[in-house]
Each structure stands twice: as C-alpha cells, then as structure tokens.
C-alpha cells in the first residue's frame, strides 16, 4: 500500500513537470534537454528507492529472524531459572527454619529475664 503510494506521488509529480516543461515558454532544444535531465534524475530516485525498499525487506526478515531465535532461547532458558529459584527459595528455607527458631527461643528467654527483672525492682521498692 505504502509503495502504491510512492509511485502515485512519483508519477504525479512526474506528470506535473512534463507537462510544465512542454508548456514552458523554451525552445524544443532546451525543453527536450529538460525533460530528458528530469527524466534521469526521477529514474536514479526510483533506483535508489527500489534499493533502499529491498534493504529494509532484508532488514526486517533478518529482525524477525532474531526475535524467533530469542525467543527460542527465553521458552529454553525459563525453565531451568525458574527450577534454580526454586532449589534456592527451598535452600533458603531449610536454613532459616532452624534460625528463626534460635531467635524466637532467645526472645523468649528475653522477656522471662526482663519479666523476672521488673519482678525484682518491684520486690525491692516494697
């Protein structure tokens, strides 16, 4: 669609300058110099349009073909980092089980010491 586009606005503009050279107020000599001037010039525009057309075509051939291996690679990879988070979330809670109890067993032992502390300075105020 894009490149129906270029070539209406290519051939429009073309048919606007012909028909502006064949009108213009010059000898056939210089009109026909004129015309066949623009003529090469909108051609080499035309080729170096088709080459940059066919660059982007490989451009995004040789893109997608990127994103498919990348993508290969992600749907390989996922599985084994999920299944080493998992090893690593299941480490983490084996050494941290015994931990956590450490610490609330001395918690514990904490407050029977603040608990018999505060027994005592009321004893003794007494």
């Known amino acids: 669609m894009f490149k129906n586009f270029i ?4 051939f429009g ?3 606007g300058s012909i028909g502006g050279l064949l009108w213009a107020p010059r000898s056939g000599k210089a009109t026909q110099q004129l015309l066949k ?3 090469d010039e909108v051609s080499g525009s035309l080729d170096e349009a088709t080459i940059s057309a066919k660059e982007l075509q490989q451009s995004v051939k040789h893109f997608g073909q990127e994103m498919s291996h990348t993508q290969e690679t992600i749907q390989e990879t996922i ?6 988070l998992q090893k690593d979330i299941e480490s983490f809670q ?3 089980e015994p ?5 609330n067993e001395q918690v514990q032992e904490m407050q029977t ?10 004893e003794s105020k007494d």
């Open 7 to 10: 070539k209406g606005v290519l």
């Open 13 to 15: 503009a073309s048919l």
């Open 37 to 39: 001037d623009y003529v």
């Open 79 to 84: 599985p084994t980092v999920m299944n080493s």
């Open 94 to 96: 084996f050494q941290a």
């Open 99 to 103: 931990r956590i109890e450490r610490i």
């Open 113 to 122: 010491h603040i608990t018999d502390f505060s027994e005592n300075i009321s």
